[in-house]
């Protein structure tokens, strides 16, 4: 089916001016931007958006790093759009992704690792909410 995904290029992405060369990748995975936008996020934002790695020990350095520079958030459209997201990204550490993936080819690092991606339709619904309205999604 036709589904949505978010997804954040983060900002060891947008720093090294990767915004189109990651974009690229997406849409060649299939994949159609159907919201964009950049921003630079505030702290509150940040750990609201990722408060369910609070406890985590990295939660601090992975706040300060999506702060430290602006992101583009985008949602992504397309059939199983978590999946294919997910495929083209590759894993969280550069070091195990896949050649071709986006992180194999960008990332520098576990954390500096280019892109953020949904990893279900459920949590993609609530990412999406978090960063847009409706009426900024056009399909
Ligand atoms: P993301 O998909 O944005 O969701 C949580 C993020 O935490 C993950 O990508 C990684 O970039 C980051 N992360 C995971 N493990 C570590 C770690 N050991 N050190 C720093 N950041 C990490």
Redesign the pocket.
Known sequence: AVTRTFSIIKPDATRRNLTGAVTKMLEEAGLRVVASKRIHMTKDQAEGF?AV?KERP?FG??VEFMISEPVVVQVLEGEDAVARNRDIMGA?NPADAAEGTIRKTHALS??E?SV?GSDSDENAAIEIAYFFKDEEIVG
């Open positions: 990722y790695h990295f350095e992975l969280t576990i954390g690792n953020h």
